[in-house]
């Protein structure tokens, strides 16, 4: 399996910039995962890695070969790659065995063993083989794109949104399943999605889009802990900004004064926490300042305006999902309205006051 | 005109189902590839030729001699006949269509099935063959209520069937909404269904309106003149005369005003089922004690429409044989209608191809326009576009005249919009997207072609050829005109036997007629969309 490298590459249709200048590697066996809102340039990307379009100006290149670029560009049928396509695109035509030897030369498409094989590797059961992909599900529809892909041992398989036609219990298998088919046969692959949960839990690596830029390119866990604007913090989760002032290291915000990741220079910013950062705790009974409240270990500073831990907060409403449930609250003293996580079997009743204390660290961006 | 239901685009709204479209940046303008868009731009030319041919002869001819020629009182008598018979027709057919409709797809009527198909089965006896059928048993029907009962007969099908489907398709959730909103039975039928039926009675009616604009031999049979009829005479009489293109200009004006009409009634609501979720089947209305009524009326409709003419042409067959008819040119008759029914299919559908093609793959305002073009010839009667090429052909291509070329163009024209409908819903089949994958899978663009876009459209296109060819069979009006002499087809025989009143020796021709088209009119029966996709 081989690296890909996107240089420099741009596209238009017509008078609107698609993608403007991207620059992307993925090394070899890894999966990237290219996430950004719909219009943003994402699967015009994928096309042209694919070389269904060809970029305006730029190159890409497999493995150090360069496919597209200086005016050269060879044909999709002849850069081995394997594309998935939403809804998985199988030929309604061909059964299931057809539709993955598809790609094969044709002496080794009839008998092959390879079917069966690749069955397994996308876990479904080899029986499939003779069916029509209107017999399957979607999920299955969905591996055996992913196993005709794979087939022609390709140098890089592109997947684009491949799960969201999906329902939410058939999208988490046949992701899991996915992903699995894909490190079993060590292969490099982009994945293309506008869902951040999936793009965190599968990937490698995360580029994120914005209007036709690559604005990250990190871990999961790097665009997810240090976005580097607010902007992609938003998208890759849900946030919780404030208006702050930064001095020597610490923004003081109406949560209070908070230790802040990559200090900036002193003066008006605005602080980042996520909701799971920011911990509830019961309020003293009667409110009276000085008793102490049920605070764990309370990893936020004190506040002074309170006399307990934390800062006051009205609780209005709270969504419950079950395993965790979101709580949208209000701070007494200052009005505003943040967003906290909690567990699903703590959760505050509505209306009820409580105090909240911020647990890690907060991340500043510039004021808007 | 032929009589299988012409896929018209009232029925079809070529906006819809295109949701393969090119997945092209926003914004993208579509680039028309050139061989291909030279090739519908010159299909679509040909569409619009008759068109063309009337409104340039009525330019050329000048306003002083165009208001000579058509204010005259003979012209207002035929409007007045055409007028009152086609009011009085599509009144009569949304009535029983839609009561029909309702009675085998909403109520607990029995044999539903059975009533399913002999509903629909008139379409398979042309017109001129059921007003033969009636006029050689009783000369009563000739006159306004005979032409009128006989054309209902021919056509209430036309609008049973699109309500029928409009009827199963319905989601019965919204009859329940309306019904929890407090609605009577009644009253939600009023409110819910019947608005959500209009699109459909308004095609079908539609469709009945222009088939009689168009319709010629049963007319011409019952001795009911409108300006088709007159045209014809016109025509034999004094050849390609200004008085006879006049006439077909007035028809032609007619039929964009039928047009018009459709499409402001119709206005820009939608009636397309919103949100997902599978639809499902409605409930069914108990008849009780109305049950034996319904059956009554649904069968005196039935054999008004079937059993009167095939039982008629069935005692000329067995009666009439000693009218000596000869087996071989009844042979060489079929032969050659078979003949011309497949070349006119193959043309026709091969014309379709890139206009179909630009329409699904290359969306634009251009291509839409090239796709409308070629629905116009659907909306001109036989006799307008066989008039206009004769025309042409006598003035600016003598070699052309009388020749078998000619008459397949005249068949392209009329029957390129039910081509149209097939090969571009089969080309719909064939999304880009498994281009993509081919292409990436190492297929070239031949390849690709053989192995994935030509199976996948070849099913279409050949039922689009196969609709073809059943309406080319049993066409009659521009096939009078245009077939080069000495040429004898199933339905210049018929003709020519039938308007000398020699009904015994027409009723071989007719029989062969109904037998081709049969098969086409049992597939209208079935339920579509229902069937495995491959």
Known sequence: MTSLTVDGVTKSFGSTHVLAGIDLHVPARSLTAVLGPSGCGKTTLLRLIAGFDDPDAGSIALDGEVVVGAGRSRPPQRRRVGYVPQEGALFPHLSVAANITFGLPRRSRAGSTRVGELLELVGLDAELARRHPHELSGGQQQRVALARALAPEPSIVLLDEPFSSLDAGLRESTRRAVAAALTAASATAVLVTHDQAEALSLADQVAVMRQGRLVQLDSPEGVYRTPSDAGVAGFVGEAVLLPAEIRAGLASCVLGSLRVRWPRADGPARVLLRPEQILLHAAPPGGEPGSAGAGRDGAGRADERGGGEGVEARVRDVSFFGHDAAVRLELVAAGTEVLARVAGHELPAPGSVVRLTVAGDALAYPPT | ?534
């Open chain 2, 1 to 534: 005109m032929a009589l299988i239901s012409d896929p018209r685009p009232v029925a079809v709204d070529p906006d819809d189902g295109g949701a393969a479209a090119y997945p092209a940046g926003p914004g993208a303008r579509p680039s028309y590839p050139p061989l291909l868009l030279l090739a519908a731009v010159a299909v679509a030319l040909l569409a619009l030729v008759p068109l063309g041919f009337v409104v340039g002869y009525t330019i050329s001819t000048g306003w002083a001699e165009t208001v000579r020629l058509v204010v005259r009182p003979r012209t207002a008598d035929l409007l007045w006949n055409t007028a009152r018979l086609t009011a009085g027709c599509v009144l009569l057919c949304a009535v029983v269509g839609t009561a029909a409709a309702w009675l085998v797809e909403r109520s607990s009527l029995p044999g539903r099935r059975v009533w399913n198909v002999l509903l629909v089965a008139p379409l398979a006896v042309p017109a001129f063959v059921n007003g033969y059928g009636w006029v050689s048993i009783t000369s009563a029907v000739t006159g306004y209520a005979g032409a009128l009962l006989i054309v209902t007969l021919s056509y209430f099908p036309l609008v049973h069937l699109p309500v029928a489907a409009a009827l199963r398709g319905l989601d019965p959730g919204l009859e329940e909404t309306a019904c929890a909103l407090g609605l009577s039975r009644w009253g939600a039928f009023r409110r819910v269904v019947l608005p959500q039926l209009r699109p459909a009675l308004l095609g079908g009616s539609l469709l009945v309106a222009l088939h009689l604009l168009a319709e010629f031999g049963a007319l011409q049979l019952l001795r009911y003149a409108t300006f088709t009829t007159a045209i014809y005479d016109q025509y034999q009489s004094s050849f390609a005369s200004a008085a006879a293109t006049m006439l077909a200009g007035v028809l032609v004006l007619c039929c964009l005003l039928l047009l018009l009409a459709e499409i402001r009634l119709r206005g820009r609501a939608r009636y397309a089922r919103l949100g997902g979720g599978a639809p499902r089947p409605a409930g069914r209305t108990r008849l009780g004690r109305l049950t034996v009524p319904a059956l009554a009326g649904l069968g005196a409709l039935v054999a008004l429409a079937l059993a009167v003419p095939l039982g008629s042409l069935v005692r000329w067959l067995v009666t009439g044989t000693s009218t000596a008819f000869d087996g071989r040119v009844l042979a060489e008759a079929a032969v050659t209608s078979l003949g011309l029914g497949a070349v006119a299919a193959g043309v026709t559908t091969l014309l379709a191809v890139p206009v179909a093609w630009l329409a699904v793959r290359h969306r634009g305002r251009l291509s839409t326009l090239l796709e409308r073009s070629t629905y116009v010839g659907s909306a001109l009667p036989g006799i307008v576009v066989a008039l206009a090429l004769v025309t042409i052909a006598i003035r600016g291509a003598r070699p052309l005249y009388q020749t078998t070329p000619l008459l397949v163009a005249g068949y392209a024209i009329l029957f390129l919009p039910r081509a149209m409908v097939t090969v571009r819903s089969a080309l719909a089949q064939a999304p880009p997207v498994l281009d993509s994958v081919a292409h990436s899978l190492g297929a070239g663009t031949l390849s690709t072609l053989r192995r994935v876009t030509l199976p996948l459209v070849a099913p279409g296109l050949g039922a689009g050829a196969a609709l073809v060819f059943l309406a080319v069979v049993t066409e009659l009006t521009a096939t009078l005109l245009l077939s080069p002499i000495g040429t004898r087809t199933l339905a210049t025989e018929f003709w020519q036997q039938s308007s000398s009143l020699a009904y015994g020796a027409a009723a071989p021709y007719a029989a062969l007629m109904v037998l081709i088209s049969a098969p086409a009119t049992w597939l209208l029966t079935r339920e579509p969309g229902r069937g495995t996709p491959r």
